[in-house]
């Protein structure tokens, strides 16, 4: 009887470490001092007009890597979500087009300076539109030594980081899915691009970065993988 137990428990033990393996992401743990998870944050309705036309837009879009030491809101960080990723139409179809409405891009935010908003990671959630933090911490300074020590990174009170799951339009389109998924990110990024200059913010589209140093510094999900850093701020 008493090795029953004794086996038992060792097997209860062993389920209890498998179950930590699957949920392990396999990826280096964050920094000290940052926790996981927190509150979902519901974002304030986006405004569907403004002052400035689709045309001044476009004529005044520019690559802007300095900002003033200003704060954004929530309000103007979920218009900019809103811009890349926000819900448009019946069936969830987005601002941007997606090959076969499969959407494998994902938003994150990294906030250092926003009104009413803790600094930490966080992700869109385009249903609902909320942002939920996955890590709390200004992770400004260490996603900029991870983008080859660019000051935009740093100093931006926002970075808007956009990631992709490949295997949501692989699935389908197998290889030639991944050109898909470059086109919907570039529809995506310009987006962000037209809606900071109707906001008068400056932003940038940043593609030099160590991927797994992003991945890593961000605690991104296995098989999730950073495509572009967008530092945002006012100019």
């Excluded at 959630?125 to 942002?131: A, E, L, M």
């Excluded at 529809?187 to 906001?199: D, G, I």
């Excluded at 593609?207 to 945002?232: H, I, K, N, S």
Aim: glycine content about 12%.
């Amino acid at each position: 009887m008493e090795r029953r137990i004794l086996l038992a428990a060792a097997l209860i033990l062993t389920a209890a470490g498998l179950v930590g393996i699957l949920v392990w992401t396999g990826r280096e743990p964050p920094s000290k001092g940052l926790i996981a998870a927190g509150p979902e944050v519901a974002l304030p309705q986006p405004r569907m007009e403004s002052n400035t036309t689709v045309e001044v837009a476009l004529l005044s879009r520019r690559s802007v890597r300095s900002y003033l030491q200003e704060p954004l809101t929530l309000a103007e960080i979920g218009q900019l979500l809103w811009a890349a990723q926000g819900i448009t139409g019946a069936g969830g179809l987005r601002t941007a087009p997606s090959a076969g409405a499969l959407y494998p891009l994902e938003i994150l935010v990294i906030a250092g300076d926003v009104t009413d908003l803790v600094p930490g990671v966080y992700r869109y959630h385009p249903v609902g539109h909320t942002i939920t933090r996955i890590l709390e911490g200004d992770m400004r300074k260490r996603l900029s030594t991870n983008a080859l020590g660019q000051g935009a990174v740093e100093k931006a009170p926002v970075v808007l980081v956009i990631t992709a799951f490949y295997g949501r339009t692989t699935g389908k389109y197998g290889e030639r899915g991944i050109r898909y998924v470059h086109m919907e990110a570039g529809h995506c990024a310009q987006n962000v691009y037209l809606e900071a200059t109707s906001l008068g913010f400056g932003t940038v589209s940043i593609g030099a970065f160590d991927d797994r140093g992003v991945m890593d510094t961000l605690g991104l999900d296995p098989g999730e993988e950073p495509l572009y850093l967008m530092p945002v701020g006012r100019v």
